[in-house]
């Protein structure tokens, strides 16, 4: 009877990427600790040590002190700057690109302003880009781009895009054509809510629920440190949950969705309107008036998250958002979410307003390591 010849190397190298998933996760560990915790023989874990040493993609710490005696344990780490991944963000005629490291540490980037208005023109500028990028850092693991809109990450396809104004556009044909490393496409939003997830050090066996508002409003639900898309790829879009029936018209027609009421557009005009030139940034010359905007956007965005905790019953929101510096927005938040939910479900769930805002080109060249991590087979 015949063996395939593959399978001791295919698990080999399924251990070893999962021996590269605890030494991101952990930074510094040793040999016997990896053992233990993903259950492999300590031979097992030796011998892919001892390959990505001769690699150079790990170093050796020294000595760990231990009250047991015995061998001491050697700590090691990963040599981040190594193993690079880029991400590559589009925006309404705007690309921003970052090169970060194995542990999400930026090591290059930049904002470039284009016309995004033509899909064939901007593919055409983004594979250039690529090109650039493969050039000048040629030990990438590969390229994240996301795009705002309904993005099927499987096909790599754009099926509706209103702040781009794409409709039905096959984004990873064209791409693929003229990028000879791996290409993961992805929705900016859902990309973002990776990092998110993992810089807050969320625990991957809980749901988490990520917001950000910006020049529109998305969300992501990461469930088991995957990103849930949902049977059309729309689940989270949160920005399009009505919250004031008859309301302004948001972009996608509707009347009353909260993009329409609480993305940074519609507060500057809500503002603007109160008092011309009057802005969240600077609220010295009218801090009435701007409390007052800012909690009516709370009371809003509230009302929403009341929702994803019924629906969703996540163990963490993630509320990505410019006016989280104001203790108004950020009260009123609380205050509706919590009187509009359940009081059992409310309690269970926690709400954090981050200071530091996640860049979703971080988030998208976390997503090529994690898919570089992915078993095969």
């Known amino acids: 009877m015949k063996t395939n010849g593959k399978g001791p190397a295919l698990l080999r190298l399924n251990n070893q990427k999962r021996v590269m998933t605890q030494l991101r996760k952990l930074r510094v ?17 030796s011998l892919i040590i001892d390959d990505l040493l001769e690699q150079q993609l790990i170093e050796e710490l020294g000595p760990v002190s231990v009250a047991a005696a015995g061998r001491p344990k050697i700590g ?25 490291d194995y542990f999400s540490q930026v090591l290059a980037e930049q904002t470039l302003r284009t016309e995004t208005r033509n899909p064939t023109r901007l593919l055409a500028e983004l594979a250039m880009l690529c090109r650039e990028l493969t050039e000048k850092h040629p030990d990438l693991l590969g390229i994240g781009i996301g795009f705002p809109g309904i993005v099927d990450p499987r096909r790599g396809w754009m099926h509706l895009s209103s ?32 990092l998110a ?22 969300g992501a639900l990461v469930q088991h440190g995957e990103v849930f898309t949902g049977h059309s790829w729309t689940a989270g879009e949160a920005g399009h949950l009505i919250v004031q029936p008859g309301g302004p018209r948001c972009c996608c027609g509707r009347r009353g969705c909260l993009e329409a009421l609480v993305s940074q557009p519609a ?23 701007v409390d007052e905007v800012m909690t009516q956007a709370g009371s809003y965005l509230g009302a929403a998250l009341s929702q994803i905790m019924l629906l969703l019953n996540p163990a963490t929101i993630i509320i990505d958002c410019p006016w989280n510096v ?52």
């Open 76 to 100: 090691i780490t990963l040599r981040p700057e190594r193993l690079k991944s880029a991400g590559v963000m589009v925006e309404r005629n705007v690309i921003h690109w970052r090169i970060c």
């Open 29 to 45: 560990t040793s040999r016997q600790d990896l053992a233990q915790t993903l259950a492999l023989s300590k031979n097992t874990v």
């Open 326 to 377: 104001s203790a108004a927005f950020c009260q009123a938040v609380r205050e509706t979410a919590n009187s509009n939910a359940l009081a059992f479900t409310a309690a269970h769930t926690q709400l954090c307003f981050p200071e530091q805002r996640i860049d979703p080109a971080n988030g998208l060249a976390l997503a090529v390591i994690e898919q570089s991590e992915q078993r095969v087979g």
């Open 267 to 289: 507060v500057k005009q809500q503002l603007a309107q109160r008092q011309p030139g009057l802005s969240w940034q600077n609220r010295d010359s009218a801090p009435r008036v």
């Open 197 to 218: 997830v993992q810089q807050a050090g969320l625990s991957v066996e809980s749901g988490h629920f990520y917001l950000r508002i910006s020049e529109g409003i998305g």
């Open 163 to 194: 702040h781009l104004e794409w409709q039905d556009v096959d984004l990873l044909t064209t791409l693929r054509k003229h990028i000879r490393l791996p290409v993961r496409i992805m929705n900016n939003v859902k990309a973002a809510a990776l």
